[in-house]
């Protein structure tokens, strides 16, 4: 099975901001648990910035915009050495990737990434996707991928994936009275359980970004589990056990 499991900023940094090391060692052994498994793991992980925000002595992530990139310039390095730390105690070898929009825009660029993807993971490398937050500047004002959402259906549906997995802090999607649906079948009655533009404090996305790449993916034929990332979710959720919301493929 070939799979896009994507983690967003507050499933691997504690509310101050700082990268959260007991979430991303659990990420980390079930992703590789799934690789070492079989399955082609393709990962898309936020949190370079909030990397940054926390070698930079930082008390919250900067609004300006150069200040941003410096924070993504400085925690990309710490992000990706510590991905490469923790994913080798599992004997896993990753290969970083940092895309933008102009790799998706023009059709031999989005061809070139496909081609890496595809080695990458058929010599047994993870590859570890991100935007590229220093020179990615609609991203950073936060009119583009969404912290990621976007680009991890843009990937799944480039590499032709079987499942895509967005990890947040909450255990799926949440009825009114706060109670995980299983299942969602229906996108409009989803969509008026969420608010527009809701997003967290240390991220640019929220629910209804998520919903967007969900309903994408779907319509692409691609199977959607939104699920909580700070729990050990990966196996039992594709397993078919009801631990997160599945969005089946082609559901509208």
């Not at 941003?68 to 290969?95: P, T, W």
């Not at 990434?113 to 609609?138: F, K, Y």
């Not at 700070?230 to 089946?248: C, D, Y």
Request: hydrophobic share 45%.
């Amino acid at each position: 099975m070939r799979i896009v499991v994507k983690v967003g900023t507050h499933a691997i940094a504690s509310r101050a901001g700082k990268p959260d090391h007991a979430a991303l060692r659990r990420l980390v052994a079930q992703l590789s648990e799934l690789s070492k498994g079989g399955d082609e793991v393709i990962f898309v992980s936020s949190g370079a910035v909030a990397a940054g925000v926390e070698s930079l002595g930082l008390k919250a992530r900067p609004t300006d915009l150069n200040d941003v990139q410096m924070c993504a310039a400085v925690g990309q390095a710490r992000f990706i050495f510590e991905y490469e730390r923790l994913f080798a105690a599992h004997g896993v070898k990753i290969g970083q990737v940092l895309l933008t929009h102009d790799d998706f825009e023009s059709h031999q660029r989005a061809q070139n990434v496909r081609r890496a993807l595809e080695h990458l993971v058929l010599a047994g490398i993870l590859p570890i996707i991100n935007e590229n937050d220093v020179v990615a500047n609609e991203e950073l004002r936060g009119a583009s991928f969404s912290d990621n959402d976007w680009l991890a259906f843009l990937i799944a549906r480039l590499v032709k994936a079987d499942t895509l997995v967005l990890l947040t802090t909450v255990d799926g999607l949440l009825d009114a009275q706060g109670r995980r649906i299983p299942v969602v079948r229906n996108f409009r009655q989803a969509q008026r359980l969420v608010r527009a533009n809701e997003k967290g404090r240390l991220s640019k996305g929220g629910m209804d970004s998520k919903l967007r790449a969900v309903k994408a993916a779907v319509a692409s034929g691609i199977d959607a589990y939104i699920a909580n990332g700070r729990r050990s979710v990966l196996a039992p959720l594709l397993a078919g056990r009801s631990v997160g919301t599945f969005f089946p493929g082609s559901a509208l």
